[in-house]
């Protein structure tokens, strides 16, 4: 087997924190340097300027994701120092064969950019008749969140010509698996670029590469899949995944002695009435959330230890309620998490109103059976059960982000200067 390429992608918008990730990267092992879509966006050329000043004898991919004037686009980039074009296989052959007449003209190579392609095998026959030197088996990723794999693209390509690169959401495990099924080219962003030490991962990659062995993963139930992704985020790390929508106000009362992930069972009661509450304990399966609305009521509780209790019996994950709680002392005792608008210590009757399992409104927020909730000591946040796994995979992205800004704040940075706040004021 060849020793693949490995090419570190820059998805940054800020140039100075590239350059520094791209050094890291460099040292790690990268042998390819991709100036990344959003560092292009950002920063222009003079991004690919400068990293052909700081590595003057790298290869330089240019990700401009070309889908008009081709030859333009491709002059632009090589005569800042790229040696790599990246143009969208999707493109108009006119556009392609454009970029191909420009590439030719400055000695620089073209990648075609597989992302949303609707006959894949095909069409990269066709990018390869046309001339195109790469074909790269990406998937997006805003495809990613949705569970796209791009090693399912690669095995759609089958045996071309040409080099094959591969990019989607790479780590470790899955770049060894593209490597042993024969990618020229493997290409890593935001596993090398959100992590603390990039050096130290991208060499982990590269010895990964260096010493691909085909494992074969375990097939996990999407909901065990969504579960295991949310355990490693936070409630505002899923916050932000949603674009800051989902978090419950008002649960002022908290008792978290875990984190607490599942679905929603729903209900709705009305005046303390204890009924429909602890009847909706039987409706749970193993790690399911009791959401409960009092009808805004929070001077009576339609929930208290003894429901508690029977909740832990029954495996449930965690209890919210859009109302008061009563029998704290003894709650907070409890190895289960439970929210609530208020503590109060009088229950209402156990008259049998409301509902099990109807959509309903919680702390400001609609709840559906089987919507996802986090909650931990900063809150709860509820996730629509239709985006549950997307949402889970975009907070992952959120955290990993998130490790590579502290490690640049336990350097010296500070959060204002990183993320460069005035100038991305909204003008
Ligand atoms: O082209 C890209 C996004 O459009 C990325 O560079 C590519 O997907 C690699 O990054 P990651 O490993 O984070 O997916």
């Given amino acids: 087997m060849v020793r693949p390429v490995l090419q570190v992608a820059l998805d940054l918008t800020e140039l100075s924190r590239a350059e520094k990730i791209a050094e890291e990267a460099v040292a790690g092992g990268a042998d390819w340097i991709e100036i990344g879509t959003p560092l292009i966006k950002s920063e222009g050329m003079e991004s690919v300027r400068r990293l052909r000043s700081i590595f003057p004898n790298k290869t330089l991919v240019a990700d401009l994701k070309t889908s008009d004037t081709g030859a333009l686009e491709v002059e632009m980039a090589a005569?800042?120092?790229?040696?790599?074009?990246?143009?969208?296989?999707?493109?108009?052959?006119?556009?392609?064969?454009?970029?191909?007449?420009?590439?030719?003209?400055?000695?620089?190579?073209?990648?075609?950019?597989?992302?949303?392609?609707?006959?894949?095998?095909?069409?990269?026959?066709?990018?390869?008749?046309?001339?195109?030197?790469?074909?790269?088996?990406?998937?997006?990723?805003?495809?990613?969140?949705?569970?796209?794999?791009?090693?399912?693209?690669?095995?759609?390509?089958?045996?071309?010509?040409?080099?094959?690169?591969?990019?989607?959401?790479?780590?470790?495990?899955?770049?060894?698996?593209?490597?042993?099924?024969?990618?020229?080219?493997?290409?890593?962003?935001?596993?090398?670029?959100?992590?603390?030490?990039?050096?130290?991962?991208?060499?982990?990659?590269?010895?990964?590469?260096?010493?691909?062995?085909?494992?074969?993963?375990?097939?996990?139930?999407?909901?065990?899949?969504?579960?295991?992704?949310?355990?490693?985020?936070?409630?505002?790390?899923?916050?932000?995944?949603?674009?800051?929508?989902?978090?419950?106000?008002?649960?002022?009362?908290?008792?978290?002695?875990?984190?607490?992930?599942?679905?929603?069972?729903?209900?709705?009661?009305?005046?303390?009435?204890?009924?429909?509450?602890?009847?909706?304990?039987?409706?749970?399966?193993?790690?399911?959330?009791?959401?409960?609305?009092?009808?805004?009521?929070?001077?009576?509780?339609?929930?208290?230890?003894?429901?508690?209790?029977s909740a832990i019996n029954r495996g449930v994950g965690g209890i919210v309620i859009d109302g008061a709680a009563r029998d704290w002392d003894d709650i907070v005792t409890l190895d289960i998490p439970v929210f609530a608008t208020a503590v109060q210590p009088n229950a209402g009757e156990p008259k049998g109103f409301g509902e099990i399992n109807a959509e309903i409104t919680c702390c400001g927020q609609t709840v559906r059976a089987g919507d996802w909730l986090i909650g931990d000591q900063s809150g709860v946040v509820v996730i629509p059960r239709e985006r549950a796994y997307e949402v889970a995979r975009r907070a992952v992205e959120v955290f990993k982000n998130e490790v590579r800004v502290r490690e640049e704040i336990r350097r010296g940075g500070t959060l204002g200067s990183l993320a460069q706040l005035l100038r991305w004021e909204k003008k």
Wanted: hydrophobic share 50%; with cysteine.
């Fill in 79 to 309: 005569k800042a120092g790229a040696n790599v074009v990246c143009v969208l296989a999707a493109a108009d052959n006119a556009v392609i064969s454009d970029a191909l007449r420009g590439a030719a003209l400055y000695g620089v190579e073209i990648m075609a950019d597989m992302m949303n392609v609707k006959d894949p095998s095909a069409r990269a026959e066709e990018l390869a008749g046309l001339g195109v030197q790469i074909i790269n088996a990406h998937v997006g990723i805003d495809q990613q969140m949705e569970g796209k794999d791009p090693l399912d693209l690669l095995d759609t390509l089958g045996k071309l010509p040409v080099k094959i690169a591969v990019a989607g959401g790479l780590n470790a495990k899955t770049a060894a698996a593209a490597a042993a099924r024969g990618a020229d080219i493997v290409i890593v962003g935001g596993t090398i670029i959100k992590a603390a030490e990039v050096q130290a991962a991208t060499a982990a990659i590269r010895t990964a590469l260096d010493n691909p062995n085909i494992e074969v993963a375990e097939k996990k139930s999407l909901d065990d899949q969504i579960r295991e992704l949310l355990m490693t985020v936070s409630a505002p790390n899923v916050t932000d995944a949603l674009y800051r929508k989902g978090a419950m106000a008002g649960l002022a009362e908290r008792h978290v002695p875990h984190k607490m992930i599942g679905k929603a069972v729903t209900v709705q009661t009305f005046g303390g009435d204890w009924s429909k509450p602890v009847q909706a304990i039987d409706f749970c399966e193993r790690g399911d959330i009791l959401v409960i609305n009092n009808d805004g009521k929070t001077d009576i509780a339609p929930w208290g230890e003894l429901a508690t209790r």
